[in-house]
């Protein structure tokens, strides 16, 4: 039986500043080391969920990165397909949380990384892709590498191959995109995303990924000063499914910044199976009433904790149907919002009671 979910990706080491600490105040002194990357964060998510999630990556050949696959094992994820080069290191990043109108700030230190240089053929899709329904990926990891960039390649072929849906959330991050002298990150992001996205079922990205990879902007928005026009999210959708008719659905999270401790969150899914639009969460009356989340614990890590929620519901047919589906994702990334570290640990059963109305943190006795 085909059932098991492929993530590819890169999983760093993430030394975070304690509390809303910034380094200058925190160095030198104890930081917080936790793990957490894009892809490894969906597989933690699924596994939660009681998906048979496989992660594959490269990592070196020492025992931080044995820390992290133990780690992962420990939370249920398959790592039997984890490269173990003999060069590279560990990837890092430093986050130094925000808050009020101080916004997040993220360092990398991530060249050179196992992942970074480890080249396509090291990996053996085919072992890899055996008995696998769904792959997931995002555009993370072909910004780190040329091999990164290719082995991404190699794997979505590969999953295509066998007959596996494939999923990519766009994840434009601006400071890695540099692989390339002389060619701009934008530039360089759609270039090689647009030579992945034919090989792609389900497109997910958030409010202005579509404009930084494709080139597609959702009128009367402003993502810096915490605007959205949702409505045209329905268009962005639309016109993405229009460059590339291999696509099934389009999700989109919808994200209004009011400031680093309170977002207003949600969520679109463009359905090609009718050309409709799902908006998640609505109110009692069917209007699109975002959660108001006012107090962010930590806000790492949301998008993939919806990208994982989306997977796991469209692969559940109790909550495949689109509109359930839209409503478990967006449910799912609410609740990462109150949860430290890149990981969503949290159960289907506090999703589903979140989607029920059971939002108002009362103790559970």
């Keep these: 039986m085909n059932n098991s979910i492929v993530t590819f990706g890169e999983i760093m080491g993430r030394i975070s500043a304690p509390g809303s600490s910034r380094f200058i105040q925190a160095l030198p002194g104890a930081m917080d080391f936790t793990f957490g990357g894009g892809e490894a964060n969906v597989a933690v998510s699924l596994a939660m969920l009681g998906a048979h999630a496989r992660f594959v990556t490269a990592l070196p050949k020492n025992a931080l990165a044995d820390a992290c696959v133990m780690k992962l094992r420990g939370l249920g994820v398959d790592t039997a397909h984890i490269v173990r080069p003999a060069g590279g290191r560990l990837g890092l990043y430093f986050l130094e949380a925000g808050s009020n109108q101080r916004p997040s700030n993220v360092i990398y230190d991530r060249d050179q990384s196992s992942l970074m240089i480890t080249p396509p053929q090291s990996y053996d899709w085919d072992k890899i892709f055996r008995n696998a329904s769904w792959f997931h990926f995002t555009g993370i990891t072909p910004a780190l590498s040329e091999n990164a960039a290719l082995a991404t390649l190699a794997a979505v072929k590969a999953a295509n191959d066998a007959e596996a849906t494939v999923s990519c959330d766009l994840n434009f991050r601006k400071k890695?995109?540099?692989?390339?002298?002389?060619?701009?990150?934008?530039?360089?992001?759609?270039?090689?995303?647009?030579?992945?996205?034919?090989?792609?079922?389900?497109?997910?990205?958030?409010?202005?990924?579509?404009?930084?990879?494709?080139?597609?902007?959702?009128?009367?928005?402003?993502?810096?000063?915490?605007?959205?026009?949702?409505?045209?999210?329905?268009?962005?959708?639309?016109?993405?499914?229009?460059?590339?008719?291999?696509?099934?659905?389009?999700?989109?999270?919808?994200?209004?910044?009011?400031?680093?401790?309170?977002?207003?969150?949600?969520?679109?899914?463009?359905?090609?199976?009718?050309?409709?639009?799902?908006?998640?969460?609505?109110?009692?009356?069917?209007?699109?009433?975002?959660?108001?989340?006012t107090d962010i614990v930590d806000r790492v890590g949301g998008g993939d904790s919806f990208a994982a929620g989306l997977i796991y519901a469209l692969t559940t047919p109790a909550l495949s149907a689109p509109d359930t589906a839209i409503r478990f994702a967006v449910a799912a990334s609410c609740l990462k919002h109150s949860v430290m570290g890149d990981f969503n640990y949290v159960t289907r059963a506090e999703i589903e009671g979140i989607m029920s109305g059971k939002a108002s943190g009362r103790v559970n006795r």
Aim: hydrophobic share 40%.
């Design 176 to 293: 890695l995109w540099n692989w390339r002298e002389g060619t701009k990150p934008r530039d360089l992001a759609e270039e090689t995303m647009r030579a992945l996205l034919p090989y792609v079922d389900v497109v997910i990205a958030n409010e202005e990924d579509a404009e930084q990879v494709l080139g597609i902007h959702a009128a009367g928005t402003d993502v810096e000063s915490g605007k959205l026009n949702v409505d045209a999210y329905c268009d962005v959708a639309a016109q993405v499914v229009d460059q590339f008719k291999n696509l099934s659905k389009v999700a989109i999270t919808l994200r209004q910044s009011i400031s680093a401790d309170h977002n207003n969150w949600g969520g679109l899914l463009y359905d090609t199976d009718g050309m409709i639009s799902y908006l998640a969460p609505l109110n009692k009356k069917g209007d699109y009433t975002p959660y108001e989340i």
